[in-house]
């Protein structure tokens, strides 16, 4: 059973178009992590979430936590080919071990000029 | 650049071979970590070290030994590994959580093959 479910898994958009990227779970997180990764390089951090209800905005990205901190959303305005790679959520469980990230499986994603 | 440095960038080894990978920070971090990802995969975590003790080993075969020599490194010695065990070996470090879970930084990972 995955514990943090991604979707979509693959999602191929054309330059300019919008996309919302899910990451959900029936647990509860003290806090969600968003990266991105590229071929060949490890995740970069993009963003963490901490708060319920929680919405962090980074240029063309809005991120938000649900309120009961067991889902969170990635969200991309005018997509650009730039954004192109694997977007992976990461959440570390309410009481569970620290620094016992829990990765959802990732949404590859193309965009394409 | 990242600021977590992982060497060697890649390593191909024999099954009978001893080598170790390894990783550097000089963030300050005192919680470093150890992921492995296959491809298409999300990484899993291995071993997490906080202030240079081991804290997590994720039931991790003995073949992989972690050590942590001191505050900025973190080494991962091999020894006699199988073919599945070929994968991106990721090094990762952070603050310790203090109650509330601090982001990972990671390096770009060791792309390790045995043959």
Not at chain 1, 53 to 61: A, D, P, S, Y
Not at chain 1, 80 to 91: E, F, H, I, N, R
Not at chain 2, 48 to 63: A, F, G, H, Q, T
């Amino acid at each position: 059973t995955q514990l943090l479910e991604q979707s979509p898994q693959f999602l191929s958009i054309q330059e300019g178009e919008n996309l919302t990227v899910y990451c959900n779970s029936s647990s509860v997180f003290s806090s969600l992590q968003w990266y991105r990764q590229e071929p060949g390089e490890g995740p970069v951090l993009l963003v963490t979430v901490v708060t319920g209800g929680e919405v962090k905005k980074l240029k063309r990205l809005t991120f938000q936590f649900g309120d009961a901190r067991k889902d969170s959303s990635l969200h991309i305005t005018a997509a650009q080919p730039g954004d192109t790679g694997l977007y992976l959520c990461a959440g570390e469980r309410y009481g569970g071990s620290q620094g016992n990230l829990i990765f959802g499986k990732g949404t590859k994603l193309s965009v394409k000029p | 650049d990242t600021e977590v440095t992982q060497t060697p960038k890649h390593l191909v080894m024999g099954m009978t071979n001893k080598k170790s990978l390894k990783c550097e920070q000089h963030m300050g971090h005192r919680a470093m970590y150890w992921y492995k990802q296959k491809a298409k995969k999300p990484p899993e975590l291995m071993f997490v070290y906080s202030y240079e003790k081991l804290s997590i080993n994720e039931s991790v075969p003995s073949r992989f030994s972690p050590e942590c020599p001191n505050s900025s490194l973190l080494n991962l010695h091999l020894h006699a590994l199988q073919p599945e065990d070929s994968a991106l070996y990721l090094c990762a470090s952070s603050q310790p959580g203090q109650g509330i879970s601090q982001p990972q930084h990671f390096g770009d990972g060791t792309r390790l093959s045995i043959l």
